[in-house]
């Protein structure tokens, strides 16, 4: 069981804007600490999508932003696109455990 | 340009053991911590153990306590994960990756950017 809860599943139609959320405790999102995205395309390695909370690194389409609010934070992607079809896993620091590199269980987006 | 390069991965029986590197290239290894990340088949991800710039702090999982060992060799610029006792349950894609900051604890920078390809390691008789 993940510390950081994101629903399995998400999809939506070219262009539409999707969400995937990331709910975690007091200890977690809701201490304040940030939250990152990664995302993993069919068959590649993990790649940092947003990091801190709501900034990205060079070369990610500002069609990706990510938010936080309470114990949970959010990825958003606007203008959906065939190549957007991923794994989504977000990473927070949780203040219970010796590690900082605590990850949600993932998110498939399935592009219709 | 930031790469990193992981080998060492294979097939190997309940009990042996594998030794797994990454070679790092633009950029000095001993400056900034590094991770390992693994991805059992059709699993997330789980950081399995980091060592912070200086080597003087380590962290494993606790599945692996005891069993795997972190270290680096700054003079070749490459990472290890030396993995004894295998199990069954070890097997994944193993990742080694970057940390923006020396250290491994705390919140600040605790992400990783970029990783490598990764290693396929299959404990299996």
């Known amino acids: 069981q993940s510390v950081l809860t994101q629903p399995p599943s998400v999809s939506g139609a070219p262009g539409q804007r999707v969400t995937i959320s990331c709910t975690g405790s007091s200890s977690n999102i809701g201490a304040g600490y940030d939250v990152h995205w990664y995302q993993q395309l069919p068959g590649t390695a993990p790649k940092l999508l947003i990091r801190?909370?709501?900034n990205r690194p060079s070369g990610v389409p500002d069609r990706f932003s990510g938010s936080k609010s309470g114990t949970s934070a959010s990825l958003a992607i606007t203008g959906l696109q065939a190549e957007d079809e991923a794994d989504y896993y977000c990473q927070s620091y949780d203040n219970r455990l010796s590690a900082s590199g605590v990850f949600g269980g993932g998110t498939k987006l399935t592009v219709l | 340009e930031v790469q990193l390069l992981e080998s060492g991965g294979g097939l190997v029986q309940p009990g042996g053991s594998l030794r797994l590197s990454c070679a790092a290239s633009g950029f000095t290894l001993s400056t900034y911590a590094m991770g390992w990340v693994r991805q059992a088949p059709g699993k997330g991800l789980e950081w399995v153990s980091g060592?912070?710039?200086?080597?003087?702090?380590?962290?494993?999982t606790d599945s692996v306590k005891g069993r795997f060992t972190i270290s680096r060799d700054n003079s070749k610029n490459t990472l290890y994960l030396q993995m004894n006792i295998l199990r069954a349950e070890d097997t994944a894609v193993y990742y080694c990756?970057?940390?923006?900051?020396?250290?491994?604890f705390g919140p600040g920078g605790n992400y990783f950017h970029p990783w490598g390809q990764g290693t396929l390691v299959t404990v299996s008789s």
């Open positions: 990756a970057k940390r923006p900051l020396p250290t491994i």
């Open positions: 060592i912070s710039g200086s080597g003087d702090t380590t962290y494993y």
């Open positions: 801190g909370n709501n």
